[in-house]
């Protein structure tokens, strides 16, 4: 069974940056087109970036040219740097592969005050 631990999220001021973390355990994230979410309060969990197997990624309209994901195959981790940070991007931040086919983490709490 994978499981999935997500860290790096926090309090941050508008205009800030923050480096999110996604550990798999049972899984090899080289082998799957990986990809990072969030959920904001009273909205559906949503789709941020994803990575696939052949290194090509794709964002959010909302995180284009703010946002990039990459992999660490070394690691076995999947990264989200976020910079340029604004309080719409106030969520709780998770990783799965691109259909969401593991179990959900927890997930990592970002707010971002104004």
């Known amino acids: 069974q994978v499981q999935l631990r997500e860290s790096g999220g926090g309090l941050v001021q508008t205009g800030g940056s923050l480096r999110l973390s996604c550990a798999a355990s049972g899984a090899t994230v080289r082998y799957n087109d990986m990809g990072w979410y969030r959920q904001a309060p009273g909205k559906r969990r949503g789709g941020v970036a994803t990575i696939d197997i052949d290194g090509s990624t794709n964002y959010a309209d909302s995180v284009k040219g703010r946002f990039a994901i990459s992999r660490d195959s070394a690691k076995n981790l999947i990264y989200l740097q976020m910079d340029n940070l604004t309080p719409e991007d106030t969520a709780i931040y998770y990783c799965?592969?691109?259909?969401?086919?593991?179990?959900w983490g927890q997930g990592t709490q970002v707010t971002v005050s104004s």
């Open positions: 799965n592969t691109k259909r969401g086919a593991w179990s």
